[in-house]
């Protein structure tokens, strides 16, 4: 059972040694909820930016496929002028029809042309609401930004306020302290040197002592004893005004 005992004294003791954990410093709400808006805000903008590069991509494509059909129409075209040449040489009813295709190819393409270019128009107003969705956001984000920094700025001082008055506390209560201490080893000071001074004085009483000569003690005789002498009471007159009786003397 004592060893038991033992054991666990010893398991608090290096318990009790173990440094304890350090505590995080509690944000506060107000500062907690503008750097969440300042990080939604972010990620919205972050998405708007993808939607512009969306839209470039979209574009760049677009613009690669009018250029194609445009490429077309123009060999169409250069086709449609070879063929009309020809037609007006040989005025044969087959190089007019070949005419009539070519012309209806060459229609073809133009309107596909047409169509793809509008799309690319449709395309760049997706472009240009992105870019100003992005602007839009990214002004929101700033001012997010802006709040975030004033909030952070005054909690930084509300807690330098809250850190110089607990170190104004600290330095008091260590100013007492050291007034208290100081007191102390003034009284114990003053007492030691009270005990210190009475010891001396004893020291010296002591050697004075030890070095005085030693007195022998004188002899008393015993005092004789004095017969008390008795002397006879005179007897009061029983009367006043008689004188006391003489004594008869002896013949």
Not at 100 to 118: F, M, P, Q, S
Not at 170 to 185: G, L
């Amino acid at each position: 059972m004592a060893r038991v005992a033992k054991k666990k004294a010893v398991r608090k003791k290096a318990a009790a040694r173990k440094t304890p954990a350090v505590k995080k410093v509690a944000v506060p709400k107000s500062v907690s909820n503008a750097e969440a808006k300042v990080k939604l805000q972010q990620k919205v903008l972050d998405q708007a930016a993808k939607k512009v590069d969306q839209a470039t991509t979209k574009l760049a494509q677009q613009r690669k496929k009018v250029d194609a059909e445009n490429a077309k129409l123009v060999k169409a075209r250069a086709d449609l002028k070879t063929k009309r040449e020809k037609a007006r040489k040989s005025n044969t009813v087959a190089a007019k029809r070949t005419v009539e295709a070519a012309r209806a190819k060459v229609n073809t393409l133009r309107l596909k042309v047409k169509e793809l270019r509008d799309q690319m128009k449709l395309v760049r107003g997706e472009q240009a609401a992105a870019k100003k969705l992005v602007t839009r956001e990214r002004k929101k984000l700033r001012t997010a930004e802006r709040n975030y920094a004033t909030k952070v700025r005054a909690q930084a001082a509300k807690d330098a306020k809250k850190e110089k008055a607990a170190q104004k506390k600290a330095a008091a209560k260590a100013k007492a302290a050291a007034k208290k201490a100081a007191a102390k080893a003034k009284a114990a000071a003053k007492k030691a040197a009270a005990k210190a001074k009475k010891q001396a004085r004893k020291a010296k009483t002591k050697v004075k002592k030890a070095t005085a000569p030693r007195k022998t003690a004188a002899r008393k005789t015993p005092a004789r004893k004095k017969a008390a002498r008795k002397t006879p009471a005179r007897k009061k007159a029983a009367r006043r005004g008689r004188p006391p009786k003489a004594k008869a003397k002896a013949s």
